[in-house]
């Protein structure tokens, strides 16, 4: 009886994951696709509301989840540090914008940082990444990638003083992959860095991988695209088109897991950095909205975020969660199976058990932070404090158009005392020597 009894203990324990972490990686570790659309507002995709259409987003919100309340820093370059290292600004330092490919002298550290690619390279996975990196000079640094985890890659350098082609990311873009750079005479960059990760992904279909796909679309200069070349449209007016080309690609990405009979072992995420050039308008939930970025408005920060993976992820919901972009490295690696850093504080929480449908067993977050420059604010699940002091109340209010601050309101006052307690409680932060300011790439 004894030994029955040692056999079904045992038995048990093999067929139940391990609880290392706040939650437990599936049983079969997914392949990931991760796509960064570039300055790209909700008001855009029709499955948040936009009056464009964007049919191969919305079926894959259609099939996963698409949070509302996920926020990036409104700006390219501390977005994707953060995103990157699961750290804060005031961790990192890159609190504003900073172009290495054409300023020089600092970069995004892999002696200093750790990317999330790393820890899934180290956790087994293939890594690869396609289209706009901008946190590190290619010319000086070539084996950068390579150091930041991904054992391949096919990437727009980035506008390079004194290297005129490197300006170009869409018609006869400026290419280095696995450091051989040339100009791609004749392609459109969008096609080469999707057929790139394609081909990765073809490669490595028996997984597990990781495809990081950093769009080019939709980023300035505004541009035709391969399905609009004889329009008459011009500037702001080619942004549509860019969309549509954005929204295509994802189709595209999509049915090439499909192809390749791995959508169902593939975790697909398209999220974007920040919101739409200002200037750039578009209806959307029955107004009419400019773009945010720059802004510590939600049309800023607040970002579109789609997760789908069939049979895991469930279908056709909508995530009220809060998240911001500290918080995919942690949850890549508990996926993963893997370790965060433990040379670094990590300021990310793993939102895994809410992308797979699983109770939180305590609240994960209750608020989020973002940082531009000198500019703050924290949110909880309902009211956003400015560092000013302005307060708003984002379920009644999203668009921010009513200040709480001098109000009676007893919740919001509440909210405002405990988030201003989060202000004071955060560190004052670290510096890097940027010699330049807010930029607008």
Same mark, same amino acid.
């Given at each position: /009886?004894?030994?029955?009894?040692?056999?079904?203990?045992? /038995?048990?324990?093999?067929?139940? @994951?391990?609880?290392?972490?706040?939650?437990?990686?599936?049983?079969?570790?997914?392949?990931?696709?991760?796509?960064?659309?570039?300055?790209?507002?909700?008001?855009?995709?029709?499955?948040?509301?936009?009056?464009?259409?964007?049919?191969?987003?919305? %079926?894959?919100?259609? #099939?996963?989840?698409?949070?509302?309340?996920?926020?990036?820093?409104? =700006?390219?370059?501390?977005?994707?540090?953060?995103?990157?290292?699961?750290?804060?600004?005031?961790?990192?330092?890159?609190?504003?914008?900073?172009?290495? @490919?054409?300023?020089?002298?600092?970069?995004?550290?892999?002696?200093?940082?750790?990317?999330?690619? %790393?820890?899934?390279?180290?956790?087994?996975?293939?890594?690869?990444?396609?289209?706009?990196?901008?946190?590190?000079?290619?010319?000086?640094?070539?084996?950068? =990638?390579?150091?930041?985890?991904?054992?391949?890659?096919?990437?727009?350098?980035?506008?390079?003083?004194?290297?005129?082609?490197?300006?170009?990311?869409?018609?006869?873009?400026?290419?280095?992959?696995?450091?051989?750079?040339?100009?791609?005479?004749?392609?459109?960059?969008?096609?080469?860095?999707?057929?790139?990760?394609?081909?990765? /992904?073809?490669?490595?279909?028996?997984?597990?991988?990781?495809?990081?796909?950093?769009?080019?679309?939709?980023?300035?200069?505004?541009?035709?695209?391969?399905?609009?070349?004889?329009?008459?449209?011009?500037?702001?007016?080619?942004?549509?088109? /860019?969309?549509?080309?954005?929204?295509?690609?994802?189709?595209?990405?999509?049915?090439?897991?499909?192809?390749?009979?791995?959508?169902?072992?593939?975790?697909?995420?398209?999220?974007?950095?920040?919101?739409?050039?200002?200037?750039? &308008?578009?209806?959307?939930?029955?107004?009419?909205?400019?773009?945010?970025?720059?802004?510590?408005?939600?049309?800023?920060?607040?970002?579109?975020?789609?997760?789908?993976? @069939?049979?895991?992820?469930?279908?056709?919901?909508?995530?009220?969660?809060?998240?911001?972009?500290?918080?995919?490295?942690?949850?890549?690696?508990?996926?993963? #199976?893997?370790?965060?850093?433990?040379?670094?504080?990590?300021?990310? &929480?793993?939102? =895994?058990?809410?992308?797979?449908?699983? @109770?939180?067993?305590?609240?994960?977050?209750?608020?989020?932070?973002?940082?531009?420059?000198?500019?703050?604010?924290?949110?909880?699940?309902?009211?956003?404090?400015?560092?000013?002091?302005?307060?708003?109340?984002?379920?009644?209010?999203?668009?921010?158009?009513?200040?709480?601050?001098?109000?009676?309101?007893?919740?919001?006052? %509440?909210?405002?005392?405990?988030?201003?307690?989060?202000?004071?409680?955060?560190?004052?932060?670290?510096?890097?020597?940027?010699? %330049?300011?807010?930029?607008?790439?």
């Amino acid at each position: /009886m004894a030994r029955l009894v040692s056999c079904l203990v045992l /038995m048990i324990a093999l067929a139940v @994951p391990a609880l290392g972490g706040p939650a437990s990686a599936p049983a079969r570790r997914p392949n990931i696709l991760f796509i960064l659309a570039d300055d790209l507002g909700k008001e855009w995709l029709s499955c948040y509301g936009s009056e464009h259409k964007t049919p191969n987003v919305d %079926r894959l919100a259609a #099939g996963g989840i698409r949070f509302e309340n996920t926020w990036a820093t409104p =700006l390219c370059t501390p977005t994707r540090v953060l995103f990157l290292t699961g750290r804060y600004p005031f961790h990192t330092g890159w609190t504003i914008h900073y172009d290495s @490919p054409r300023w020089g002298k600092v970069y995004f550290d892999w002696e200093r940082e750790t990317a999330f690619p %790393r820890v899934l390279k180290e956790a087994g996975y293939a890594t690869a990444m396609a289209g706009k990196w901008q946190i590190n000079d290619l010319r000086a640094q070539s084996d950068a =990638l390579n150091r930041h985890g991904f054992d391949e890659y096919c990437a727009w350098v980035g506008f390079e003083t004194g290297n005129p082609p490197s300006a170009e990311r869409y018609f006869n873009p400026f290419v280095q992959e696995n450091g051989v750079r040339d100009t791609r005479v004749g392609r459109f960059g969008p096609d080469v860095f999707r057929n790139y990760l394609i081909d990765f /992904m073809k490669r490595h279909k028996d997984g597990p991988f990781l495809a990081y796909y950093a769009m080019v679309l939709t980023h300035t200069p505004f541009t035709k695209t391969p399905h609009n070349l004889d329009t008459t449209a011009t500037g702001r007016d080619l942004f549509p088109g /860019m969309v549509d080309y954005c929204d295509y690609e994802v189709g595209c990405l999509v049915q090439a897991l499909e192809d390749l009979k791995i959508r169902d072992r593939t975790l697909v995420i398209f999220a974007a950095d920040n919101g739409t050039v200002s200037g750039v &308008k578009c209806r959307a939930r029955g107004r009419l909205v400019n773009g945010g970025k720059l802004t510590m408005t939600e049309r800023g920060i607040c970002v579109p975020f789609v997760a789908s993976w @069939p049979g895991h992820v469930p279908a056709g919901k909508v995530g009220t969660e809060l998240i911001d972009f500290s918080d995919f490295l942690p949850t890549l690696a508990d996926l993963a #199976g893997a370790q965060p850093p433990a040379n670094v504080e990590i300021d990310g &929480k793993s939102f =895994l058990n809410t992308l797979l449908g699983r @109770p939180e067993p305590q609240p994960r977050r209750d608020w989020i932070y973002c940082r531009l420059g000198p500019n703050r604010a924290l949110r909880d699940e309902r009211f956003k404090l400015h560092q000013d002091g302005r307060l708003y109340d984002l379920q009644a209010d999203p668009w921010e158009e009513h200040d709480l601050a001098g109000s009676g309101n007893p919740d919001a006052q %509440r909210s405002r005392d405990k988030l201003s307690n989060v202000f004071r409680s955060l560190p004052k932060g670290t510096s890097l020597p940027f010699d %330049r300011g807010i930029a607008t790439e």
